[in-house]
């Protein structure tokens, strides 16, 4: 979308020149080869897959396809050929040095959503090797030749999320809405259009989105489990529960529904439950960075150090652009006696989370990240950068008591007992004790 549209509508109105011609071509040895290559197109065979299977032509394995050329630029023996063939129509001919060649002239439509397609797998094969950029490249072709692509628009947001940082959620959202408008079946953009919209806090959406297709929901594994998810975030872990159990009948392997059983029993207050539930989620294929990232944040609540840092540096690993597990690993980093590590990961979320500077989200991450920096600093001993850390936590959130109690503290180390006073009784005032603390 976006940009994209714009550049598509230019394209569309260039490629209506009737001096351009998209062509497919199967090339063989004998006639007798061409004779059964036409019995098979006459028999409902693909042109493509004839192509594939019978043409010693360097595009066989591509479909035959020589794509979009002008006339112009085409050999006279070829050009001669074409020149008479309608959109849509094919020839043959017996060429010197090709063999017997069969051509297919393709009606402009056709050919934009071959092109599309091809450049679809490119796209896909590019996000298996792990090239989210090149795989982005490809489909923003395959929407350029064909803007209804529902496939091309899922993918493309599949890649922006995976991406994970917060100037890439809304883009996501927009393709898996664009698939969706496409093709309202499409149980794929109906899953990640509701993560979405979990990622960006609006749950009720979420299961707006997920129930319109209720049905659907209720018999598939990962759609009900979602549907459990938002109810959680709805203030129902009860549902959610009930909901992700029966995501677990229907399919036992399921990650996602064993985090969110995980997730609701939290809610309860069930810890022991919970990490039973998450370490089954870790074990499975489908185990996402989030998954390690929670499972990480709670053995590191419960004092179990070294398996939550190996836990949320795999969630790091996954997702390097998320910038909320490379705050927790910077508490655990820091828990573990490493502070220079920590305050590495601090600057690396920082980074990440720009682009939403004004955001409430962003606001309330960056004081969460100079707090955490704060206690790096005093762990390091280095009370002036520590200082300097929590007054930044103050300015975003003039509230926030153990800002306020630290600095009462360093501000007494320094002899600054105006300070010091003047920062205690704020922190009294709001209620901060020193067990309210953190980790």
Not at 249 to 259: N, S
């Amino acid at each position: 979308m976006f940009a994209v549209w714009v550049f598509s509508s230019c394209l569309a109105g260039a490629v209506r020149d009737d001096s351009l011609v998209d062509l497919q071509i199967i090339t063989v040895a004998t006639k007798s080869q061409l004779n059964e290559v036409l019995s098979e197109l006459k028999s409902g065979t693909r042109f493509d897959d004839a192509a594939r299977r019978n043409s010693n032509h360097p595009t066989a394995a591509g479909g035959g396809y020589l794509g979009q050329m002008s006339i112009d630029d085409l050999s006279s023996g070829l050009r001669r050929q074409v020149a008479g063939i309608p959109p849509g129509s094919m020839t043959h001919f017996l060429d010197p040095g090709l063999g017997h060649v069969l051509i297919l002239n393709l009606e402009r439509k056709a050919a934009n959503q071959a092109y599309s397609k091809q450049a679809l797998r490119r796209g896909s094969r590019y996000l298996n090797q792990g090239k989210p950029q090149e795989a982005i490249k490809e489909l923003k072709t395959a929407l350029t030749h064909d803007p209804r692509s529902a496939g091309a628009h899922l993918m493309l947001g599949y890649v922006y999320r995976l991406l994970g940082s917060y100037r890439m959620i809304g883009e996501a959202k927009g393709e898996f809405r664009q698939a969706l408008s496409i093709d309202p079946d499409n149980t794929s953009a109906r899953f990640h259009l509701a993560r979405v919209y979990l990622d960006l806090g609006r749950a009720r959406k979420a299961k707006e989105t997920l129930e319109e297709r209720f049905k659907t929901t209720e018999n598939t594994p990962e759609l009900l489990s979602l549907l459990g998810e938002a109810n959680r975030q709805l203030g129902d872990p009860r549902v959610s529960i009930r909901q992700n159990e029966s995501a677990v009948i229907l399919d036992p392997d399921l990650a996602q529904a064993h985090y969110y059983l995980g997730l609701a029993h939290l809610d309860r207050g069930e810890t022991e439950a919970a990490l039973s539930r998450l370490d089954r989620a870790i074990s499975l294929p489908g185990a996402t960075s989030d998954i390690f990232l929670k499972a990480g944040s709670v053995y590191l609540q419960e004092g179990v150090l070294q398996k939550a840092t190996e836990l949320l540096r795999k969630a790091v690993e996954i997702s390097p652009a998320v910038p909320e597990g490379r705050l927790e690993l910077a508490r655990a980093h820091r828990l573990t006696g490493r502070p220079d590590s920590a305050l590495a990961e601090l600057d690396s979320a920082l980074s990440y989370a720009g682009g939403f500077s004004a955001s409430r989200k962003y606001l309330e991450f960056e004081s969460e990240v100079y707090l955490e920096k704060g206690r790096a600093f005093d762990a390091k001993d280095s009370p002036p950068d520590a200082i300097r850390s929590y007054l930044r936590v103050l300015e975003l959130d003039p509230d926030h008591g153990e800002a306020h109690h630290r600095l009462a503290r360093l501000f007494a180390s320094t002899g600054d007992r105006a300070k010091s006073q003047r920062h205690a009784s704020r922190a009294k005032e709001l209620g901060y004790t020193e067990a309210a603390g953190g980790p």
